[in-house]
């Protein structure tokens, strides 16, 4: 079983930053390839970013600048800098192992204006 637990959510006013972990445990045996989602209420989860096994890093256009995908072994970090009231949204990390998904539980994140 694979168990990933985020952290680091919270409210921020505009422009300001936060930084989110996941932390991967349980059978890994290997740096696994992980994501980070998101989902405000009433829209469809969207890929964030993403981060390979090798530490390269891939992120949306609508964070491209402002958010960093990095990663110290199977802890993934999400640092946001620059927040706007648009990111608001449960945020999520998810890995696939042996072919089978495994998600967060979601750490909200709050962007006030």
């Known amino acids: 079983q694979v168990r990933l637990v985020e952290s680091g959510g919270g409210l921020v006013q505009a422009g300001g930053s936060l930084r989110l972990s996941c932390a991967a445990s349980?059978?890994?045996?290997?740096?696994?390839?992980m994501g980070w989602y998101r989902q405000a209420p009433g829209k469809q989860r969207e890929l964030v970013g993403s981060?390979?096994?090798?530490?390269i890093a891939e992120h949306a256009d609508s964070v491209k600048g402002r958010f960093t995908i990095s990663r110290n072994k199977n802890t993934v970090y999400l640092q946001m800098n620059s927040l706007k009231p648009e990111d608001t949204a449960a945020y999520y990390c998810k890995t696939v192992v042996r072919g089978i998904d495994y998600w967060g539980q979601g750490t909200q994140v709050t962007v006030s204006s």
């Open positions: 981060i390979s096994s090798g530490g």
């Open positions: 349980g059978s890994i045996l290997s740096i696994i390839p």
